[in-house]
């Protein structure tokens, strides 16, 4: 069926209920560009197809998935054979897709295979840590949520060289040490979350004047020490959590 539609540039199936494994045929579909199938129902392996569709700038497989529950899986072909010719790539979300593979080796996949890549949202995915530092060659990325992975391991200073980033959402994910201040003052930065990493530990810099801040998360995180006031010289500031956080006057 989907070799009928063989010149389509743009497929879109999201919100439906197929409650059935992806068909086969995607491979056909060599001309497309933006390919969204989130919350559509689909269930099992992701064939090898998607690696085929080489032309694709959007790809959206994620899903609201809860533990032990259908889910889509990357295992055979694995993640890094999934993208490792998808090089035009400048969205990829896979939330709640089971790829269950240590940072290494998906860090250094998505490094040497996406170097467009401006949204990377890998929610829920079963992925382990750390951070590999080949992450810091994707410069052009604006968008990271990494939340509801147990990544186990300190937030790397590199992210703060992001020149372009607006929205990092790492809540949920086992982070431990120090965060980096220098994070807190990358002036293109809308959104932060970090809730729900107990073990995580840090202090507020003084914040500059033309920071694009406007969500701050860090409920149930291990900071301490008082807000600046210079956070209140944020004129984009709009919420602030810091609910179970010790040592906030």
Known sequence: MLSTFRFLQSLNLSFNSFSTALPVGFANLTDLISLNLSSAGFTGQIPNDFSKLTK???LD????????GPALKLEKPNFATLVQNLTHLTELLLDGVNISAHGNDWCKALSSSLPNLKVLSMSNCYLSGPLDASLAKLQSLSIIRFSGNNLSAPV???LANYS????LQLSSCQLNG?????????PTLEILDLSSNDFL???FPELHQNLSLRTLMLSS???SGTLPQS???????SRIELAEAPDKD
């Open 56 to 58: 694709l700038v959007s």
């Open 164 to 167: 372009k980033l607006t929205a």
């Open 221 to 223: 995180t291990n900071f």
């Open 231 to 237: 956070i209140g010289e944020l004129e984009k500031l």
């Open 156 to 158: 790397p200073e590199f």
């Open 61 to 68: 497989l994620s899903a609201l998935s809860f533990p032990g």
């Open 178 to 186: 120090i965060f980096p201040q220098a994070i807190f003052q990358v």
């Open 201 to 203: 530990q840090g202090s």
